[in-house]
């Protein structure tokens, strides 16, 4: 088991978890409704702000105490790693560049590190917080919409104006926190009405990738937690209810038909011209990708990667609207196959310090599955929010491992 720093374990129940957490995570996840409402931008770096002070005092308390935690230790294998491989990229990116690009872009570990201690918190407090949170934000985008409209950013592409957004002006982001929230509620806070009011606020966000993952996430929890032949029956009938909702209720099948028509150039859907455009380049640039901030990263506005891929043209990469919106497409685009696979490796090892040995390896690779699939539609990697959903699904999976271990050992201790 890999031991945190030799200090007093932290209070389950002291002023972090009660206080400073709940209202820290609020103000975080307001920063983009608090920018544009007050005109003030530099509140958009709250989060940039919070990560780099939380990693500087964690590594000085390490240091005072005579050794590195690991997941710092990750952290900075990451950006090496990264720095090296953008060195050499296809494109030839400058070395400030490959340094740049690749602390803009490793941040989860350094989200994990920031919440290093939660799995040893009473974290009651801080899901009340984001659950009132959620349900004050939708209740309002919903009974106030043209003015949650006018806050919207001007895109070039058609924008679902119907959906629940919250305060974080945004459906998606809006739906992934529902999600964790009906989790939570159902298997670890046992109040099923808040998990079913939570599940009722995802579908509302019509948020279609975590509206199709929660239900497998659920599955998982469930078996984590019960280890019971009936997850293996309902799980059928799930999988039939969700694909039915996403089919008839959310279009699904409009998304893969544009998704087509993108590949056969026929429509320029740039979520799938992104993930393409990144498997074209690592293709291209093998094994080590065109180079950091060469392509689908902040870094990125003007690169060669969009002419070669003839989508420079596009207005939603001219503009940079929809440039981020898959971290699998821009791995593979600036990394390479190569680098992905370096990525997913520390990722993995990222998991299994950070579960102090209670997470199994299928545990991480299931997290690590999380982290692939959310990487598919937006950045995960490189964005503090849903890092910081990727680290509150581990939270959960930690919390019913955790409680499954007495009863493990009463059945080995009386076998039948």
Known sequence: ?????????????????????????????????????????????????????????????????????????????????????????????????????????????????????????????????????????????????SFFISL???????????????????ANRQGALASLLFLYFWFVGRKKPLALLMLAILLLTGSRSYIAITPLIFLYFRHVSQHSLSTMLVAPVIATATLYLLITEF?????????????????????????????????????????????ASPLSHGSQAYVMLGIDGWATVIEGTGIHDSGIGTMLGEYGFLGTAMVFFLLFRMFRIWGQGLLSPVNCLFLLALVAYQSLFRQVISDFYFSFITIAFAILLYRLVEARRPLEKGDNANPT
């Not at 407090?125 to 919409?145: D, H, Q």
């Not at 001007?154 to 945004?170: H, I, P, Q």
């Not at 026929?266 to 455009?277: D, E, F, K």
Request: glycine share 8%; proline share 6%.
């Open 152 to 170: 919207l950013p001007d895109v070039s592409f058609k924008m679902n104006t119907e959906r629940m957004v919250g305060f974080f002006l945004n």
């Open 1 to 145: 088991m890999t031991e945190l720093v030799n200090r007093p374990l932290p209070n389950p129940h002291g002023i972090i978890p009660r206080i400073i957490w709940p209202t820290l995570l609020v103000l975080l996840f307001s920063a983009t409704f608090l920018v544009r409402t007050t005109k003030l931008s530099a509140l958009s770096q709250l989060d940039e702000l919070f990560l780099v002070g939380a990693f500087a005092i964690g590594l000085s308390l390490s240091l005072l105490h005579g050794r590195v935690h690991m997941l710092a230790a990750v952290y900075f294998a990451g950006l090496l790693c990264l720095t090296l491989l953008s060195s050499f990229g296809g494109l030839n990116p400058t070395l400030p560049i490959s340094i740049l690009s690749a602390l803009l872009f490793w941040k989860l570990p350094l989200v994990a590190f920031a919440f290093r201690n939660a799995p040893l918190y009473d974290l009651s407090n801080v899901m009340r917080a984001l659950f009132v949170f959620c349900v004050v934000g939708g209740a309002v985008s919903l009974s106030f919409p």
């Open 251 to 295: 279009g699904i099948l409009d998304t893969v038909q544009k998704a087509t028509q993108t590949l056969d150039s026929g429509l320029r859907y740039i979520r799938v011209a992104i993930l393409a455009g990144g498997f074209t380049l690592a293709t291209e640039f093998f094994p080590l990708g065109a180079g950091g901030g060469m392509f």
